[in-house]
């Protein structure tokens, strides 16, 4: 059962408070605080983020690819697996940034040597990480007030299905199916994941949300058919930190995914802010858990 409880106190008393987060207008008159059973948090080992002299590195590399969406060249950064093989076939993560962010934004967490690391460890598949820019607009840099782009993070929806994922597909020898697609974000990104990741289950069965941001759908428009989802979706996965402003976004598709059967996964970051401190633990975590 859930309790909703509403954070009217706040309005009542004049103190409209802005969020923690930037800007932070999402949500911004009706938040609700919904209670829900956080599946277990198991700390990351120290050193799951340190560059390791040991093992094997895989690239980072920048492509460019034409976008019929927004119609002009968009750029993504393009990590390659330890001993890249051009002759293997392998599954692709399509990881996404946060709405201040852009194709760069995620070499902050460091995912080549977190995945470095988990690869080393037998702990991850080798797999391909595309990180794109999420804004699908003309000008696509993080530029003035970039809460005026939200429209742009909706439409990357189309950039992403017709244009980038056939351009990897092509330059890549990749494993073209659903179990072998997963899609992760942080923040904007995680509400993209949300959105895009449910409603295209046939082109990606395993999907994450790190700190999903307002522009995360409500649960009933990211779910509509329930035994459909059960069927199809193989990983639904997120994290939040506790101290995050933006948890309700996550809390209220954990409790909906609760309610009707649908196996879903919310961890609780303890103490953890809307940084990369969580999303690096969710993308160490979250890459455990696909390909398999
Ligand atoms: C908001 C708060 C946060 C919002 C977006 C964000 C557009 C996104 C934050 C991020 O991507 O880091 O109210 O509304």
Redesign the pocket.
Known sequence: MKRIILTLAALGCGVLSA?A???????FFQRPQIEVKFDPYVEAPAGFDQERADIPHGTLDLVEYKSTTVGTVRKATVYLPPKFDPQKKYPVLYLLH???GDEREWLQGVPNIILDNLIADGKAVPMIIVMPNGRAQENDRAEGNV?AG?QAFANFEFDLVDDLIPFIEGKFNVQADKMHRAIAG????GGQSLNFGLAHMDLFANVGGFSS???TKMPEELIPDVEKTKAENKLLWMVCGSKDN?MYNSSRLKAFCDENGVPCTLIEYPEGQ?DFVVWKYGLYQFAQLIFK
């Open positions: 969020t987060q930037p800007g932070g207008m999402g949500g946060g709405i201040g809460y939200f942080l923040s904007m990104g941001a307002p522009n933006l809307h």
